[in-house]
């Protein structure tokens, strides 16, 4: 399970290297787009990484992934000091929604990586064409990344997905064929957190309609718990019962 909490950790940290950026650019969701967080940092990192290497400025390797990633903290890091006493107070009164959707992400995903080595074989439907496209666009030297069908040709398909998974599994040190099933659980755990911001930004915004929002209060008996459950609720129904 080493490979499984390298993955985990390289996708916490890329989360919190943009944090900031994401907090900005989603505020007036009442949860500042937290549970997002991990989603949009692998989309503006794969991004910034595919778009940086297909003019030729940094290597399809760690040191350009890690490169990416450091400007991209560079520019949240500035987001941040601009905005630090707003975004200080922010962290500080919903310290228990970012333990939930943490929790929530860290556990969906460790019990996917566990379900998924019963089942690690890459062998049905399309999966041997996904790990084909995995390992196409770890190797490449530039994107787009060589057809392994058309020798000669470029992919013509969208490969960003898969140029995700090969992303996280080069930081996380982790070969091709292991980071294509930690890869489900990922989406799995994404999956989640997601369905589970979504829900609580509606019931939240849904409340503040009818009445004005209360203030956060570190009281226990005053924590308000319909937004969790409903937010619970639907991320079960899309991640399980799904």
């Given amino acids: 399970m080493s490979e499984a909490f390298r993955w985990w950790l390289v996708v916490f940290v890329m989360g919190l290297v943009t944090l900031p950026l994401c907090l900005g650019a989603l505020a007036r969701l009442p949860d500042r787009g937290y549970a997002l967080c991990k989603p949009f940092a692998l989309l503006l990192t794969g991004y910034t990484f595919w778009l940086l290497n297909s003019i030729g400025v940094l290597p399809n390797a760690r040191g350009g992934i890690i490169a990416a990633l450091l ?27 970012i333990l939930t959707v943490e929790l929530g992400f860290l556990c969906v995903f460790m019990v996917g990586a566990w379900l998924r080595s019963f089942v690690g074989t890459i062998e049905f439907t399309e999966q041997p064409m996904d790990l084909m496209f995995v390992n196409a666009a770890a190797q490449a030297d530039r994107f787009p990344p060589q057809d392994p069908w058309l020798s000669g040709h470029t992919v013509a398909y969208y490969y960003f997905g898969y140029l995700i998974v090969a992303m996280t599994g080069k930081l996380a040190g982790v070969p091709t064929e292991i980071g ?55 991320a079960l129904m899309l991640v399980f019962m799904g």
Avoid: T
């Fill in 71 to 97: 400007l991209l903290g560079a520019i949240s890091a500035a987001f941040a000091v601009s905005r630090r006493g707003e975004m200080e107070a922010w962290l500080r009164e919903h310290r228990q929604y």
């Fill in 180 to 234: 294509y099933n930690l890869g489900f659980a990922m989406v799995a755990a994404l999956a989640l957190v997601a369905a589970f911001g979504i829900v609580y930004n509606l019931i939240r915004m849904h409340e503040s309609e009818c009445e004005p929002a209360p203030e956060p209060a570190s009281d226990p008996a005053s924590f308000d718990w319909k937004p969790y459950a409903f937010a619970l609720g639907g």
